[in-house]
């Protein structure tokens, strides 16, 4: 009875250390923050490679759940609510190149069994290895599932009463998972959700943003935020730009490398109305996508567009600001709701361009934003997404209200 007052916790991992700029560090950070503040005992469980992880205390204590850093609350824009627990990792983990070295294996082989499942009620990762040591360590688990992977799942770990529920973001993700051995009943999809904080208007932050921004006498500003990748639609984007030169283009997002890649290429093409600027921190990305006339979903066709979750276009619809997307099959759902304002062709620099023009006449900028867009986001909070998860795990199972 002892040891079954000691699971609390609804635990979230994530194999890798944090902050990084990656879509895939943003859902889970985001997915656990949203899990907390439904009140829930929230532990969210990463790698941590710094120097300090060689600190003894670390080392014997692992799992101290902790108010979040505030590098990472300010990087993902998390609430405090959610606290965190870094797992060490000192070298030679992860240099030395076998099994007894490797941080999945440390983590899910050591530092959960004897240390995080005593405690643990819930657990929920993208990790496979982590669900599979959950399941057989007899911890219920829910899986989280985002890309197309040609791997048969385990039919003793997706049968087991201890697995719960796999979750995706399209349905083509789920036709290809219960294709390869998940069970249709257990494997929903379920898009992903926005940061509360993004409701809240930011006024002076909107008018820095465009004071900076918008530079040779232009006064519409179009913004981008996500990815650099040209399967993105930032080599369109830059096309567009050129056909636009009256109108500001700025891309918020993207490696070093890849800013610097699409600032060469701009220049290449001699395009001045378009400013790449690089990572910007949650805590500042809400105020740009308020501060734009329009925000720019150029997605390209091809493999990734029937898959791609749109992580990003949540975000934009909490702006308030209308959103011009390009027809792809993962936002086909979207087409009769307030959440794209217009809709083109993918590839097609042009009629991209045509949209764009199309809306800064018919949907002038409003300040506060229009208001039928930020009504139909309220649904997709991150909060809800949380709530909806959990209806599918038996209540006897929810991890512990915290006051």
Same mark, same amino acid.
């Given at each position: 009875?002892?040891?079954?007052?000691?699971?609390? @916790?609804?635990?979230?991992?994530?194999?890798?250390?944090?902050?990084?700029?990656?879509?895939?560090?943003?859902?889970?950070?985001?997915? &656990?923050?949203? !899990?907390?503040?439904?009140?829930?005992?929230?532990?969210?469980?990463?790698?941590?490679?710094?120097?300090?992880?060689?600190?003894?205390?670390?080392?014997?204590?692992?799992?101290?759940?902790?108010?979040?850093?505030?590098?990472?609350?300010?990087?993902?824009?998390?609430?405090?609510?959610?606290?965190?627990?870094?797992?060490?990792?000192?070298?030679?983990?992860? @240099?030395?190149?076998?099994? *007894?070295?490797?941080?999945?294996?440390?983590?899910?082989?050591?530092?959960?069994?004897?240390?995080?499942?005593?405690?643990?009620?819930?657990?929920?990762?993208?990790?496979?290895?982590?669900?599979?040591?959950?399941?057989?360590?007899?911890?219920?688990?829910?899986?989280?599932?985002?890309?197309?992977?040609?791997?048969? #799942?385990?039919?003793?770990?997706?049968?087991?009463?201890? #697995?719960?529920? &796999?979750?995706?973001?399209?349905?083509?993700?789920?036709? %290809?998972?219960?294709?390869?051995?998940?069970? %249709?009943?257990?494997?929903?999809?379920?898009?992903?959700?926005?940061?509360?904080? *993004?409701?809240?208007?930011?006024?002076?932050?909107?008018?820095?943003?465009? $004071?900076?921004?918008?530079?040779?006498?232009?006064?519409?500003?179009?913004?981008? !935020?996500? !990815?650099?990748?040209? #399967?993105?639609?930032?080599?369109?984007?830059?096309?567009?730009?050129?056909?636009?030169?009256?109108?500001? #283009?700025?891309?918020?997002?993207?490696?070093?490398? $890849?800013?610097?890649?699409?600032?060469?290429?701009?220049?290449?093409?001699?395009?001045?109305?378009?400013?790449?600027?690089?990572?910007?921190?949650?805590?500042?990305?809400?105020?740009?996508?308020? !501060?734009?006339?329009?925000?720019?979903?150029? @997605?390209?066709?091809?493999?990734?567009?029937?898959?791609? %979750?749109?992580?990003?276009?949540?975000?934009?619809? &909490?702006?308030?600001?209308?959103?011009?997307?390009?027809?792809?099959?993962?936002?086909?759902?979207?087409?009769?709701?307030?959440?794209?304002?217009?809709?083109?062709?993918?590839?097609?620099?042009?009629? *991209?361009?045509?949209?764009?023009?199309?809306?800064?006449?018919?949907?002038?900028?409003?300040? $506060?934003?229009?208001?039928?867009?930020?009504?139909?986001?309220?649904?997709?909070?991150?909060?809800?997404?949380?709530?909806?998860?959990?209806?599918?795990?038996?209540?006897?199972?929810?991890?512990?209200?915290?006051?």
């Amino acid at each position: 009875m002892k040891n079954a007052t000691l699971k609390k @916790h609804y635990i979230f991992f994530i194999q890798g250390d944090l902050p990084k700029a990656e879509a895939h560090l943003v859902q889970s950070t985001n997915a &656990a923050n949203g !899990a907390a503040n439904l009140g829930y005992s929230t532990v969210l469980v990463y790698l941590d490679k710094k120097l300090e992880a060689i600190n003894p205390v670390n080392l014997t204590f692992p799992f101290r759940p902790r108010k979040a850093p505030e590098e990472i609350i300010k990087y993902y824009n998390l609430q405090d609510k959610l606290k965190v627990a870094p797992l060490p990792m000192p070298w030679p983990i992860d @240099h030395l190149k076998n099994k *007894f070295t490797n941080s999945n294996t440390i983590a899910t082989k050591y530092y959960f069994p004897v240390h995080i499942f005593p405690q643990t009620k819930l657990v929920h990762s993208r990790n496979w290895n982590l669900i599979k040591t959950a399941i057989k360590n007899g911890i219920p688990a829910i899986y989280e599932h985002h890309h197309h992977e040609d791997k048969q #799942f385990e039919p003793e770990i997706v049968k087991s009463p201890f #697995f719960k529920l &796999a979750v995706t973001v399209v349905d083509t993700i789920r036709e %290809s998972m219960i294709k390869n051995g998940m069970p %249709s009943e257990k494997v929903i999809t379920l898009h992903n959700g926005f940061n509360r904080s *993004f409701m809240i208007r930011q006024p002076e932050k909107i008018a820095a943003w465009r $004071e900076k921004l918008l530079i040779n006498s232009r006064s519409q500003l179009v913004v981008y !935020a996500g !990815a650099l990748q040209r #399967f993105k639609g930032i080599d369109v984007l830059i096309d567009v730009a050129a056909q636009m030169p009256n109108v500001q #283009f700025a891309c918020a997002g993207g490696k070093s490398t $890849e800013v610097a890649h699409y600032q060469q290429l701009a220049q290449e093409k001699q395009v001045d109305n378009i400013i790449f600027l690089g990572y910007v921190l949650h805590e500042q990305l809400a105020s740009l996508l308020q !501060a734009a006339d329009i925000l720019a979903h150029p @997605h390209c066709s091809g493999k990734a567009a029937t898959f791609t %979750s749109p992580l990003k276009l949540f975000d934009y619809l &909490a702006s308030g600001n209308p959103i011009v997307a390009t027809e792809i099959p993962s936002l086909k759902e979207f087409k009769n709701t307030p959440a794209i304002t217009a809709w083109c062709e993918p590839d097609n620099p042009t009629k *991209f361009a045509e949209c764009l023009k199309q809306i800064l006449v018919t949907r002038p900028r409003k300040v $506060e934003g229009y208001a039928d867009i930020i009504e139909y986001v309220q649904q997709f909070s991150w909060e809800n997404r949380a709530a909806k998860i959990l209806s599918y795990v038996d209540e006897s199972l929810h991890p512990q209200i915290i006051s």
